[in-house]
């Protein structure tokens, strides 16, 4: 039994004849009868009166109207649906970040949101680790990284460039000076983040390449908490720069410049290499390549690929890896 039996069998019965349902359905009358025969037979009950000839039903013709009629009904919905999808009048899309990615996420978002309002977002936290699993295990369509994963599954797209920035209270000494040296901050009370990533290693080994002690007193669990505590007058802080623009606005916290610190980070857009995007997710990368476009730098969009052999762009150390990009 098919949908095409199924609009048969109510035509059938809605033009009360065979004739007219040939007419209305532009085929033969013999085609219309061996179709309703065809699907009697499958069925093994007879659906029309055969003494009849303004169709009629048999007790099992009028049981299989209604689901005839429900299963039609829903092939025009899901029909309608589909359309919907095209036209992004509906849908969902489902990323993944971490505390810090999802700041370069609110720009997009607000452009996303103008461009198809009727699109249903949902940003899920998770640890930057884990995003590369949960893209590959389906679980999510995109995820924003610090860093380059070196599967080759994954299809990463460079879409900004942020700094680290050493930042203090306004009463700090350092805070009305414009650069320290790294040698200058082996006394200071560093407020630390808990969660060990590719930056806490670089900065570590960047202060023991210049023989200068770190002190990270305080581990706290977040970027808020660290900024809010630093503008507390508690330390100083490492932390990136795109996470601090509103304190550095409102003077709540300085920034001073650190030679030997001056660390670049890329965010990066992923996804399966492979996968079938969803409309909504083609409309996405459509507005992240367009703000690009239209704001320049530090937002980009740039399409690597990482070699098999490769652990990223930037491995989990933060150490810079040489590699040769290959573009799409």
């Known amino acids: ?13 809605e033009e009360k004849g065979f004739s007219r349902a040939a007419q209305r359905l532009s085929r033969t009358q013999p085609a219309i009868s061996h179709t309703i025969r065809k699907l009697e037979e499958e069925l093994g009950e007879p659906l029309f009166e ?10 099992s013709g009028r049981l299989l109207r ?15 649906a589909l359309g919907e999808l095209r036209s992004l009048e509906r849908g969902r899309l489902t990323i993944t970040a971490n505390e810090y990615t999802c700041l370069w996420l609110l720009p997009v978002l ?39 994963p070196g599967d080759e599954r994954l299809r990463s797209i460079a879409v900004y460039t942020d700094t680290v920035a050493f930042v203090v209270d306004p009463h700090h000494p350092f805070a009305k000076q414009r ?26 080994e960047t202060f023991a390449r210049h023989h200068t002690p770190l002190n990270m007193g305080v581990e706290l669990p977040s970027l808020e908490a660290i900024k809010r505590f630093v503008a507390l007058g ?13 304190e ?25 290499a492979q996968a079938s995007l969803s409309h909504a997710g083609l409309a996405f990368l459509d507005v992240v390549r367009t703000l690009a476009a239209e704001r320049g730098h530090p937002f980009s969009w740039r399409v690597e690929q990482a070699a098999a052999q ?9 150490k810079p890896r040489p590699h040769r990009l290959r573009r799409r």
């Open 1 to 13: 039994m098919d949908l095409s039996q199924l609009e048969t069998f109510l035509a059938v019965l």
């Open 50 to 59: 055969r003494s009849s000839r303004d169709g009629t039903l048999t007790a």
């Open 66 to 80: 209604g689901y005839a009629e429900r299963l039609l009904r829903l092939r025009s919905e899901a029909a309608t």
């Open 110 to 148: 607000n452009a996303f949101r103008r461009v198809c309002p009727h699109i249903g977002v949902t940003v899920q936290r998770s640890l930057a680790s884990r995003i590369p699993d949960q893209l590959l295990e389906r679980a999510v369509e995109f995820g924003i990284l610090s860093f380059r």
């Open 179 to 204: 650069e320290v040296s790294i040698r200058d901050l082996g006394a200071q009370n560093f407020v630390a983040h808990i969660v060990n990533s590719p930056l806490r290693e670089r900065v570590i």
């Open 234 to 246: 508690n330390g100083v802080a490492l932390v990136p720069g795109l996470t601090v623009q509103p």
């Open 248 to 272: 550095l606005a409102r003077g709540e916290l300085v920034q001073v410049a650190v030679p030997e610190l001056k660390i670049a980070r890329r965010l990066w857009l992923v996804h399966r």
């Open 310 to 318: 490769d652990v990223s762009a930037e491995d989990r150390t933060g």
